[in-house]
């Protein structure tokens, strides 16, 4: 779903969404954070508050709304999250039911917004150190695995960590963990390298999510935590009333990559 | 040659060198930072500053001497390069030809001191953050290998890379790679990992120097840039004179290891 839309700002990406724009965000407003969007009543939002807390690297938190309020003026003093995604998806008892462009009409005074960090910020950090890739390359979807590396439970919300997958020779693939643990708020340096088996993935042709990006001769599998894994855990804890992004279709905030780094 | 010596500081370490001392320094004055040492005559000096200026990885520069003058404040006050390591290694055209204790006898007006950095530092970070480092716990050399990975070369100095090889666990490797990335003076981050052979190592249970420290099941190997190189350098060199630390007998510095972090 390629996009001509051309958006310099995340305030202008908004603005669009809010327009009626409901594709997909990648390459949209160049250095500005892109965030996954998970929206709870306040009943379950504890619970899941302290999941992300135990889990930061598949779940970096970048904010948390005040219960009822759908603005984020930390992400963007216009931001209302309501309106200014592209798409959402609204979950009842852990099914998919609809794939809303707005939700103002579902929108509750008890509802808690999670903004987690998303690859997109790290990835741009590593193009711009000159790595390749190749998922990019070839225009589709990063490979996401279900692993065997189990999150920390809290409440209702259990289950194995997603991760993502990008082949890299041996010296990219030590620099990228070195870049990308810089940004912790984005899922930080890998959990794993090497053999996908030792967590759990058996076939890397195979992905759970997205495509498969084949191994080149001499490149290790590189594996970061990956933001499927709150979706994954939403829809396994079947919570009554649940809405996040839709697949590709982010919260674009003013906030930029580069202040996400460490140093 | 186990020592049993203590010595809590590099001042004691040098003191005890001067009064006779001639073990190996490994596991004396925790902390502080231990250095390779190479002299060579004015005369070679400039080239192979500008060859460890172009492979900072394995000549990490931690001092280089004024001309003539054995003394290094910048690494300890009291210091004296002629006195204060166990033991030195004296080359004449690339062939080693005595290991004296003391080289007063052999200083000139001139000479020129170039210290180095050295793996001590960075292991002590790893164990420090609970990584095992196996040739440590078996008491023995870390392996260390030559490999098809070309040095830039300034004048007469050139060839290999000389490399370190540690056993590591693919999560202990990712933060063994984050930690020794900030210790840039000091060999900073691997130069490869994985497939030994991509850098020209037929086997690993036959390292060019050191012993061998098998993997165990699920390791990766993690090569970093090692010291020996401008050791094995000098002597394809054949420079006239020059004199070295004998291996395991560094020079002891009043400087921290936790300094050469970069944050």
């Known amino acids: 779903m390629a996009s001509v839309i051309h958006a310099r700002t995340g305030r202008e990406v908004r603005r669009l969404a809010r327009e009626g724009f409901s594709g997909h965000t990648a390459g949209l407003?160049?250095?500005?954070?892109?965030?996954?969007?998970?929206?709870?009543?306040?009943?379950?939002?504890?619970?899941?508050?302290?999941?992300?807390?135990?889990?930061?690297?598949?779940?970096?938190?970048?904010?948390?709304?005040?219960?009822?309020?759908?603005?984020?003026?930390?992400?963007?003093?216009?931001?209302?999250?309501?309106?200014?995604?592209?798409?959402y998806r609204l979950w009842r008892e852990g099914a998919l039911v609809d794939e809303p462009t707005d939700i103002r009409h579902l929108w509750r005074s008890d509802l808690v917004a999670f903004v987690l960090g998303c690859s997109f910020s790290f990835e741009e950090a590593l193009l711009q150190a000159g790595i390749r890739l190749r998922h990019l390359e070839c225009g589709c979807n990063v490979p996401m695995y279900r692993t065997t590396i189990a999150c920390a439970p809290a409440g209702p919300f259990k289950g194995p960590m997603v991760v993502s997958m990008r082949p890299l020779s041996p010296a990219d693939a030590i620099r990228a963990i070195v870049i990308t643990a810089r940004f912790p708020a984005v899922h930080g340096a890998p959990v794993h390298l090497g053999d996908p088996r030792a967590i759990g993935i058996a076939d890397l042709d195979r992905p759970d999510y997205g495509d498969p990006v084949p191994l080149e001769p001499g490149e290790l599998p590189v594996f970061w935590a990956c933001g499927v894994t709150p979706q994954a855990v939403l829809e396994a804890a079947r919570v009554p009333f649940a809405i996040t992004h839709a697949p590709g279709c982010m919260l674009v905030t003013d906030r930029r990559n580069s202040e996400l780094a460490l140093a």
Chains 1, 2 share one sequence.
């Open 29 to 87: 407003a160049p250095g500005y954070v892109q965030g996954n969007l998970v929206i709870l009543p306040e009943r379950e939002a504890f619970d899941f508050l302290r999941f992300c807390q135990r889990n930061p690297k598949p779940c970096p938190l970048l904010a948390v709304s005040e219960p009822g309020d759908p603005h984020l003026p930390a992400l963007g003093e216009d931001l209302d999250l309501r309106t200014d995604l592209p798409r």
